[in-house]
């Protein structure tokens, strides 16, 4: 729809997202509003521009979020005591728990991505075990994440204005909406992407160490390991560089030798010799093992057999 008229605009608006005040910041008290609105089950995406400097301060918006990205100018949004200053690298996302008012000047034609709460809560608890997360007030579009989000936007709504013979099924529709809200979820909350990484980096490496501790005297190969732990040897290498700084042969290396010295130490060297020890630890060329246990240890394996 377009509108000059500003209490047709204030309605529309309304109507669409939530009560507000919708003030001109100048003498001038008209509009030149033009809307286009795309709605579908719990997603929805707008192109909304006042043509006109406006002051807007919305009630609370309590059932949904909105990302608001400016195709022009310097649009800004106060909460409490914080500006968010947007432009096409910033788009601002309004809170739901705080009052905020924004301030859009004539030049300031917005694309505006809607999503019900109970969606973003549902596809939250997918990402990142909860549902509660706290969105911040500014997502950064030029990042890698930000990008990500807004080809998704335009993925969804080219399926949108799609002829109904060319849209996709309604399963692939819902795919598309979820894929869009976790692009916005991944955008908003890298803090949260990166310990969910963490995580399952730690779970890696804790079960490649109770793997090796369970096959430790078998000739296992890094591609034998990777394949049972049901991941690539290149994801495998990543998790045990970014927790221990080593790679996969060289921890498998460190915890033989760690239990060839516990065996050898506990050993009897009148019933146990040390070539015995080093192959139970799956080392069989017995020069190699002397020379990585004197560099690991500062002894030969014949010492610490003796002690």
Not at 103 to 127: C, F, K, M, N
């Amino acid at each position: 729809m377009t509108t000059t008229d500003l209490d047709e605009a204030h309605a529309k608006i309304t109507e669409l997202f939530v009560s507000h005040e919708l003030a001109p910041r100048t003498r001038k008290s008209s509009v030149d509003m033009k809307l286009r609105s795309l709605h579908r089950g719990d997603v929805g995406i707008e192109f909304l521009d006042y043509g006109a400097d406006v002051r807007i301060d919305p009630e609370d918006l309590q059932d949904f979020r909105v990302v608001q990205i400016p195709l022009a100018g310097h649009p800004s949004m106060q909460v409490g005591s914080t500006t968010v200053e947007s432009s096409q690298r910033m788009a601002t996302v309004p809170p739901i728990d705080r009052p905020f008012s924004m301030t859009w000047d004539g030049g300031s034609p917005h694309l505006i991505v809607y999503v019900r709460r109970t969606a973003l809560e549902r596809v939250a608890e997918q990402l990142y075990g909860k549902s509660a997360v706290d969105l911040g007030y500014g997502m950064d579009l030029s990042g890698g994440a930000g990008r990500a989000f807004l080809r998704s936007v335009v993925e969804l709504h080219d399926d949108m204005i799609g002829q109904p013979s060319s849209t996709a099924p309604a399963f692939l529709q819902g795919l598309l909406a979820d894929s869009m809200v976790s692009r916005l979820l991944m955008a908003m909350q890298p803090s949260m992407a990166e310990a969910r990484n963490v995580e399952v980096e730690r779970r890696l490496v804790r079960e490649f160490r109770e793997l090796l501790e369970c096959h430790l005297t078998e000739e296992l190969t890094v591609p034998d390991i990777a394949e049972c732990l049901g991941v690539s040897v290149r994801t495998l290498q990543t998790a045990l560089r970014a927790e221990t700084g080593a790679t996969p042969s060289g921890l498998l290396r460190s915890i033989r030798l760690d239990r060839a010295r516990e065996m050898l130490l506990e050993a009897n060297p009148r019933e146990q010799s040390v070539t015995a020890i080093s192959e139970l630890c799956g080392f069989t060329h017995q020069g190699r093992f002397s020379a990585l246990y004197l560099k690991s240890f500062g002894e030969l394996p014949s010492e610490s057999l003796r002690r």
